[in-house]
């Protein structure tokens, strides 16, 4: 039997009562404490900022990106 199956019990289907999942609590939990601690997280995130060393990576690629848009820019009158 595989997780989510219903299964009929003897007169079940007189009363039309099927049984349900069988859950692991500790799974339950674990998954429950992941979600809460991952929303946790992200709140930091966003009230603290991202660190310093990130911040100046996207500084410098963003830069990069600049003098190469820049170098490959065609001005009128110039020809190839």
């Known amino acids: 039997m595989r997780n989510g199956d219903t299964v009929e019990t003897a007169g079940s289907k007189q009363r039309g009562e099927l049984m349900t999942e069988i859950v692991n609590l500790r799974t339950v939990r674990k998954r429950a404490k992941r979600r809460l601690d991952e929303q946790q997280a992200e709140a930091q995130r966003l009230a603290h900022g991202s660190p310093k060393h990130v911040r100046s990576l996207e500084i410098i ?20």
């Open 61 to 80: 690629r963003r830069e990069q990106e600049s003098r190469t848009l820049d170098g490959h820019k065609i001005t009128p009158g110039e020809h190839q």
